[in-house]
Structures are given as C-alpha cells and as structure tokens.
C-alpha cells in the first residue's frame, strides 16, 4: 500500500495575512527605542496607544483609530511618568481607561477624553505606588473590573483594587525577575514566567504556588493559558539556543506535553491565542514573520497552518478585541505592528477566505464581551465566574456605560500582609548594580573635571594676585 500524507480537516487551513494599505496606517510615530520586552502597543475599538521616545521622562501617544496616516509631531501625549513607559493596557470594560507603569516604580491610570487628547495630560486620575523598584508588567483582571496586577523588578506581584486605590493582595514566590504573566479564562489561576527559569501556576487570591516547573532544558520567556483546555503555551530557548515552544498540562508541570523547535533566530517569541478559533500566532522580535497554528485536544495538539511573512522587522504587536473586528470580512484576528525603522503601525489582519458575504458562525462563537461578570470585592472573596458572552451578529455598536471613579486617598505607606511594600527593598539584581557603578564613576568624573577647573582657577587668581603686589607704587 503507498503512503498517503494524512489529510486534516480544518476551516482555518486558508487563513492569510493581510497588511493594510499605506493610507490606513499611522505613519510619523517616534517609537520608542527601549530594549524592554514588552508590546509598548496597546488598542481597543476605539483608540490606539503607542510608547514613544521621549526625554525626560516617560511618555506615550493615544490616537484614535479613525485617525490614520500622518502624525504631526507635536501631537499631544500622555507624559506624566517620570521615567520611561514600559507597559500599556487598556482596560477591557471602560473603553477610556488606560494603565501604564515606568522605571519610576509608579503605576498610573488615565482617562483618555471623548475624542483624543487635545493637548499634552499630564495628570493621571490615580497614581498607585507600592514597588520599590521599576515596574515591567501591568495587567487587567478578565472577568472582574477594576482589578489590576503589576510586577515589578523587585520581584512582587501586587493586585491592586481600584476602587480603593490601594494594593489588597502581594503575591511573592518569585526569587527573580517576573517576565510574563497570564490569567486563564475566568481569572482564577495566573501563569507566570521568571527570570530564575521557572514556570509557575498561582493562585493570585492567595499568593500560593499550585505548580511549578524548573525549565532546564526549555528557558522560558512568554507564557500563555490556551483558553478553557487546562493548558499552557510558553515560548523560550532550547539548550542549544534555538527559538521554541512548549505545550504544559497546567495541572501537572513535572514534564511538558511536546516541545518543538521554531528556528535559530535570536529575537524573543510573543504568543497569541484566540479562544474562538483555537488559533495561536507566533511573532518574532526582529523579524517579520507570523506564524499560526492550530490547536487540538488530542496528538499532535499542534498543527502547523501558514505563515505571514513581511520584510520589515517588528518591535512589538497590539491586538484588536475580538468586537472590535470586522465580521462582514470574514477577519479573525488583528495585529497592529510597530516598525520602529519607519515610524510606521501597521494593521495586519488575519482572514478566512470565504465566498459568502453572510455572517459566519462557524468562525464567530459567543466570545467575551465588554460587561464584568464581577466585582472587586466577590472576586476577592473567593468567587469565580466565566466571562459574560456576546455575540458578533450584529456588529459592535454599542458604548460602555461604565464610569471610572478615581477613589481619594492620602495613605504614604503601603502596608500588604503587614509589610510595609516601600520599606521592604530585596537585594539589587547584577544589572543594577552594574548600572548603580557606572553612574557613580561617572559622578566621580564629574565631580574631578569640577575640581580640576576649580584648581586652574585658583592657581589664576594667585597668580593676578601676585602680579598685582608687585606693581610699584606711586609716591
């Protein structure tokens, strides 16, 4: 009998990428140039964040997305932040509300106003400090509003209750950097990757560590829940520093379900998962290329479908909600690139080619709309509850009725599990150290070019001084 390559069913084999055209693109975006492996990207239905360079402190730009082409370069920003924007997001149920932290160890919230900014804000309706060191990774609760989690590099995770303004609950298990974090579906599990080589399954009400895997073989940099499956995806570097992924059973991380290896690039792997299609993309830092799979309950799990290939290489990747596309084109997903060479954003839509201009419902289930399914307070105290559904049927029109209302607080410490968060300062990392050196060599430097010009201009003044006594006097 000849072998027959194995034929596979999907609807999502056709998918293909679809750059937008130059005239729907933002283009004139000082993007910032910040090595910190984040999006520094962040969109929802109706605005489009971008992290800029910027000196002097920390700044990003809010444009609205009808708004493409060319952007002038005085174009207000968000410019609050002290030090350098490193994490946008906006929040999922109040299209207007934005989170962003900074190396300045603060985490602020903006409301952005109807229509863009007019001009530069420089006031954010709360300011939350409770790190020590720089914060790297904001988050927002999926089901539960104005819940947030923050990780900074002093190695906690705080969760913060808006409401109140102040953190409610310290996550502190990790003996390192916190790379990457990822909520599963209902918000009751938080997958996080560290610096120290582990993957780690919490649950973020308690601070308690479920599962843990020491990612020898397979370093891990990006993690994600692959939707309701009881699965995790993570992306990282083989032992022979190869570019690869890996495939967890959340409950049981002794040993991961199937490893494979991608390519022997050196830029970082973001992965993105869609619930809906049981789709995952794969996008490189530094190259241009997106790859997609799709994912199933049984072996091989992964199965390769295309890839979207483009020469310009990508900094980062926003991603449009799932109501934020457009269904009569049959798109399933859509980045939005940051090319820092060009200053440009680029949409990049993800299409299933089909003939009919009717809705498809075998591609758009009920997926999770823009109402919470809790509040602050039942979510911590112990209640968990599925995202509310929505169907894309009708197209999305309709605004979120939903008003931030900043609390007014004037508390200086931050006491969480009776640790004051400002006082409790963990040893600094090898790079803070190395930064903290060349800073005071600098100084010192500094400080001996000042004594020198200072000496010079002694020895001048003696020397005036001198010439000046031995001037003969007249009689």
């Not at 005085?74 to 002290?82: A, E, S």
């Not at 109501?323 to 980045?335: K, M, P, T």
């Not at 995202?387 to 607080?409: H, T």
Request: glycine share 6%; net charge neutral; aromatic share 8%.
């Amino acid at each position: 009998m000849s072998w027959r390559p194995q034929y596979r069913s999907s609807k999502f084999r056709n998918v293909y990428g679809k750059a937008a055209s130059r005239e729907h693109c933002f283009d004139g975006i000082p993007i910032t140039k910040n090595v910190h492996d984040n999006h520094f990207c962040a969109v929802n239905v109706r605005f489009l964040a971008i992290v800029t360079e910027s000196a002097g402190g920390g700044s990003f730009l809010v444009i609205p997305l009808e708004q493409t082409g060319r952007i002038e370069p005085n174009y207000p920003k968000v410019c609050g932040h002290q030090g350098n924007v490193l994490d946008i997001k906006w929040n999922p149920f109040i299209e207007n509300i934005i989170a962003s932290c900074s190396e300045d160890t603060s985490v602020r919230i903006w409301e952005i106003p109807e229509g863009g900014l007019k001009r530069n804000m420089t006031e954010a309706v709360l300011e939350l400090y409770g790190h020590s060191r720089r914060v790297g990774i904001v988050e927002w609760h999926p089901t539960t509003i104005n819940i947030l989690l923050s990780a900074g590099y002093d190695y906690k995770v705080l969760i913060w209750n808006l409401d109140v303004g102040e953190p409610v609950k310290m996550i502190d298990c990790h003996t390192d950097v916190i790379l990457c974090m990822s909520f599963n579906t209902d918000g009751s599990l938080l997958a996080t990757t560290c610096k120290d080589k582990k993957l780690r399954v919490v649950e973020p009400r308690s601070g308690r560590v479920l599962q843990e895997a020491s990612c020898k073989n397979h370093r891990v940099n990006r993690v994600v829940f692959l939707g309701s499956t009881k699965r995790l995806l993570t992306t990282g570097v083989s032992r022979w520093n190869t570019r690869q992924i890996a495939l967890w059973d959340q409950e049981d991380l002794s040993m991961p379900l199937i490893e494979e290896e991608i390519d022997g690039l050196s830029g970082l792997l973001f992965p993105f998962y869609d619930a809906d299609t049981h789709m995952l993309y794969l996008a490189g830092k530094g190259d241009g290329n997106i790859r997609y799979y799709e994912i199933g309950s049984e072996k091989p799990y992964l199965s390769y479908l295309m890839e979207f290939r483009s020469p310009a290489p990508q900094k980062g990747l926003g991603v449009m909600p799932k109501h934020g596309l457009d269904v009569s084109a049959c798109e399933v997903f859509r980045f939005y690139k940051l090319i820092t060479l060009k200053g440009l954003i680029e949409p990049i839509s993800m299409i299933v080619p089909r003939r009919s201009e009717t809705y498809q419902e075998d591609i758009y289930p009920m997926t999770p709309g823009t109402e919470p399914a809790l509040t602050p307070d039942e979510w911590l105290s112990g209640v968990n509850r599925d995202p509310i559904l929505m169907s894309l049927k009708e197209g999305y029109k309709r605004n979120s009725k939903i008003v931030f209302k900043a609390p007014v607080r004037e508390k200086k410490s931050v006491v969480v599990n009776g640790i004051d968060l400002l006082e409790n300062v963990p040893p600094r990392t090898e790079n803070e150290l190395l930064r903290m050196f060349f800073r005071q060599q600098d100084e010192i430097r500094r400080l001996k070019d000042e004594l020198s010009q200072k000496d010079i201009r002694i020895r001048q003044l003696q020397l005036e001084l001198k010439n000046f006594r031995n001037i003969p006097k007249n009689n």
